[in-house]
């Protein structure tokens, strides 16, 4: 009989501007295996399934808890992180890409720092005074506290990004990513004091009104933030914020 | 001599953050680097909570019974003096991480909310949801973020470190650091370093930690000269899930919220958990250490599960497993209070842990040993700091929970300022300050591997690597099999020189990054396994059957160890610890202390 195995294609890149190829896999199966396991296997046996020799792929990953953000990459077509991504729920060949609106670096490893420069542009910070010791916080009600915590479980993994139609190098859209945080600081008693300025930087080409309302991001976002929600609800900031400015300028 | 001095953190964790956030404050310049993107750091890990005696639950709980909770915890191996200073700290940090946002859970009248943890009999914990470690991690990078945009950080995300740049009289001038993209070698002038680079799971090959916590700076500044202390003491924490990648934490707070850990009583029992009614369930701990009951440190809860699974023979179905139980309590405190853990059991095993009892067993989890450092942070050789994980002083023999997110931004408080000042004072370097020297060094080591066309695939070394040493450095220990991991570590050293690069490119190539980082790890593995050779006695996290009592006497000492560049191997010296605050007296949780 023979043995069980996964078969695996992987579209590889050797660097940005070199030619995408198919490589093929077939390593053995064992239960319980998620993506990451499959890309280690192939590390410790870098040979294509016509007994090609060829080079360990490279990903980014990291925890493989699915907390730190790293490993998103395109598995059967789906933006999602390899790490909770389970074999024995997907389909055969398993089909890895990078993700498609970014930089490829190198196979699957892409360049996604434009997410972390959109949170410089809308100062996604709480300004303190300074880190000594200033005594408690402003107290904060349970009922906010659980409605702000799950906007600051975004990982940073840029799924939303990827599966947005108005997301591109030539719209500049910011993405829900980035809306969710200005809603998550906007919201904090002291985070507010930046509200403004985080407002006017969802203003103009590249902000807020470029979103669709597509929705793509909610259904994409593997920690179930309520993009939704904090699109809505930081539009209509925007929107007052410029009724504001045409009565104070 | 420099007026502003000039810093560089590596690892951009919660102890690296810290220490940046205090010199960017203090007008200092701090170049970051980190191999990940800072935000990805494996502090996001971290998941049940940080503690301060804030006393907010009426409880009288004291800053100085935290500490003695900590000094016992760690069977006394920790130095006093700075653990005490840490637990002095933490209300005044919880306030501030609480002042920048992190979202806390909340009592009804908006104060902070208090859970308890192991090792403790106070509710200590503070807490956002479970996912801690995320949110101060994410509190910290947005703080970092908001000086990198006003020009007072610059970040090296992407950089891996190498080596200490050392000038002729051994002082730290700077550091050699590999782009991981370009693959191009550099070294980076600065009046003082601080290694934050957290703990060395990898070396066990499965454990808790992220993919980059090898342990690879340590080890290589170790290798130059730096002192590596208590390597023995590792933390094997009692409940993980077991993964084909890695094993995946189950928090504390799982039963620090009411979670209860028992086997059938009868081996082999076929039935589902849940059809197994109460007198047919064996609470174990529950049993042992009626007291704290679920809440035994880890150490104490590790050797339990261990005995009841390998001596008498009641793991799950015959499987190295035992239950860990929330399905007692109700499905809405579970969600409000535990979400984030739940939702890892549910997505990576696929049962829902509210309805069926968790499968979980003991893994390798923290370091509590690292590098050697002094009052103010400092290693051994002057200039080198280093904060957090990756340094050895506030856990003692074994860390008690929620105490390790403390440690790490309380250590880079310290580093931070103490590290601006010692740059103040600096004489101007000799010379290039050994920057020419170390390049070449560092090069010569890339060209060597790159021309290596041995048969040896770095992947299967460091799983052999990751066998020997969980089987024979974990949670039981005995002399025979210490030596004989030793020499087996010694074997795969030889095999290295043998290496086979099947990518030999010089772009992005990450094999070739993991293959300097065995070469490291290796190093570092004899050192933890001849440190627990060499201790005869059990303490913490460290127990050998053969000895299973702490020995004051001989071995309330800290183990040092050195490189030796005669044998290529460690050399190891003893040092006192610092007791002066609270006499050691025996740890037992079975009664009260």
Not at chain 1, 109 to 119: G, I, K, P
Not at chain 2, 69 to 82: A, K
Not at chain 2, 440 to 449: D, F, G, H, T
Not at chain 2, 452 to 480: C, H, Q
Request: contains cysteine.
């Amino acid at each position: 009989m023979a043995e069980r195995t996964i078969k695996v294609e992987i579209k590889r890149q050797h660097d940005p501007d070199g030619n995408a190829v198919v490589e093929k896999f077939e390593i053995p199966y064992r239960p319980n295996m998620n993506v990451i396991s499959v890309l280690m296997e192939i590390a410790a046996r870098p040979v294509t399934v016509d007994g090609k020799e060829t080079t360990p792929v490279t990903y980014e990953s990291n925890c493989l808890e699915e907390i730190c953000g790293s490993c998103s990459m395109l598995i059967n077509g789906r933006a999602r992180m390899a790490c909770s991504a389970l074999v024995d729920n997907l389909e055969q060949p398993l089909r890895l890409e990078p993700l498609s609106k970014f930089p490829v670096v190198r196979d699957l490893q892409v360049d996604r720092s434009v997410l972390f420069e959109n949170l410089k542009r809308v100062q996604a910070w709480v300004p303190i005074d300074g880190s000594y010791d200033l005594g408690a916080g402003p107290r904060i009600t349970p009922q906010v506290q659980e409605e702000n915590y799950p906007l600051s479980n975004c990982i940073s993994c840029c799924c939303c990004m990827e599966v947005c139609p108005q997301f591109n190098v030539a719209t500049g859209f910011v993405g829900a990513a980035t809306i969710a945080q200005v809603k998550l600081f906007n919201d904090h008693p002291t985070g507010k004091v930046l509200k403004e300025e985080r407002l006017h930087a969802m203003m103009g080409d590249g902000g807020i009104q470029d979103c669709a309302y597509a929705q793509n991001c909610v259904v994409a976002c593997p920690k179930e933030l309520p993009l939704a929600q904090a699109i809505s609800d930081v539009g209509r900031q925007v929107m007052l914020q410029a009724v504001k400015d045409i009565f104070t300028t | 001599m420099a007026s502003t001095p000039k810093i560089i953190v590596i690892g951009g964790g919660l102890a690296g953050l810290s220490a940046v956030m205090k010199i960017a404050e203090a007008g200092g310049k701090v170049d970051l680097f980190s191999i990940v993107p800072v935000k990805r750091s494996h502090s996001v890990c971290a998941q049940g909570g940080i503690n301060a005696a804030k006393n907010l639950k009426g409880e009288g709980d004291t800053t100085w019974q935290h500490f003695d909770d900590t000094v016992y915890g760690g069977d006394f191996l920790g130095n006093q003096t700075p653990i005490k200073g840490m637990c002095e700290a933490a209300p005044a940090i919880i306030d501030l991480l609480d002042r920048m946002g992190v979202p806390f859970n909340r009592t009804p009248e908006g104060l902070l909310d208090f859970r308890r943890f192991g090792g403790t009999l106070y509710h200590r914990t503070a807490f956002a949801g479970a996912t801690t470690g995320q949110q101060l991690l994410y509190a910290l990078d947005e703080q970092v973020r908001r000086y990198e945009s006003e020009g007072k950080v610059q970040k090296y995300e992407g950089w891996e470190f190498l080596s200490a740049v050392l000038d002729s009289k051994g002082v730290c001038r700077g550091i050699c650091a590999m782009n991981l993209r370009t693959m191009e070698l550099r070294t980076f002038a600065a009046d003082a370093i601080i290694l934050a680079t957290g703990g060395n799971g990898a070396i066990f090959g499965k454990s808790t930690n992220s993919v980059v916590c090898t342990g690879s700076a340590q080890a290589a500044v170790y290798q130059q000269g730096v002192c590596y202390a208590n390597g023995e003491f590792i933390q094997v924490h009692p409940t993980c899930i077991p993964g084909e990648d890695k094993l995946r934490l189950m928090s504390e707070s799982a039963r620090g919220e009411g979670g209860r850990v028992w086997v059938p009583k009868t081996a082999g029992d076929k039935r589902e958990a849940n059809s197994i009614p109460a007198s047919e369930r064996w609470y174990f701990l529950e049993e042992w250490y009626p007291k704290y009951g679920n809440l035994v440190p880890r150490d104490v809860a590790t050797r339990a599960i261990h005995k009841v699974v390998y001596e008498h023979g009641l793991g799950i179905d015959g499987q190295p497993m035992v239950y860990l139980d929330l399905t007692h309590i109700d499905r809405a405190t579970l969600d409000r209070k535990l979400e984030g853990i739940l939702e890892i059991y549910e997505k990576f095993v696929g049962d829902d842990p509210r309805e069926v009892p968790m499968k979980i067993f003991p893994g390798m989890h923290y370091t509590m040993g690292g590098l050697w450092v002094d009052a103010d942070q400092m290693t051994n050789i002057p200039g080198i700091f280093a904060a957090g994980e990756a340094e050895y002083q506030y856990h003692g023999a074994n860390r008690l929970g929620a105490n390790s997110l403390l440690s790490c931004i309380y250590g880079g408080f310290v580093a931070g300022p103490k590290a601006m000042q010692y740059g103040k004072n600096l004489q101007a370097a000799e010379g290039d300050g050994g920057h020419t020297a170390e390049l070449k060094r560092q090069e010569e080591i890339n060209r060597r591997l790159l021309s290596s066309s041995g048969a040896e695939n770095p992947f299967k070394i460091w799983r052999e690597l990751g066998d020997v040493m969980t089987k024979n450095a974990t949670v039981i220990r005995y002399n025979k099999n210490l030596q004989a991991a030793d020499g087996q570590i010694q074997s795969l050293l030889e095999r290295y020189r043998n290496i086979n690069l099947s990518d030999k490119s010089m772009w992005a190539n990450t094999s070739f990054a993991f293959t300097r980082q065995l070469l490291n790890m290796l190093h570092l593995a004899r050192v933890i396994v001849q440190g627990a050779e060499r201790r005869d006695e059990s303490r913490g996290a460290h127990y050998k059957p053969d000895f299973p009592d702490r020995n004051d006497e001989k071995f309330l000492k800290t183990t040092k160890a050195f490189f030796a560049t005669d044998t290529n191997g460690p050399r190891f010296e003893y040092e006192a610890v610092d007791t002066q605050f609270i006499p050691p007296r025996p740890r037992r949780y079975d009664a009260v202390k």
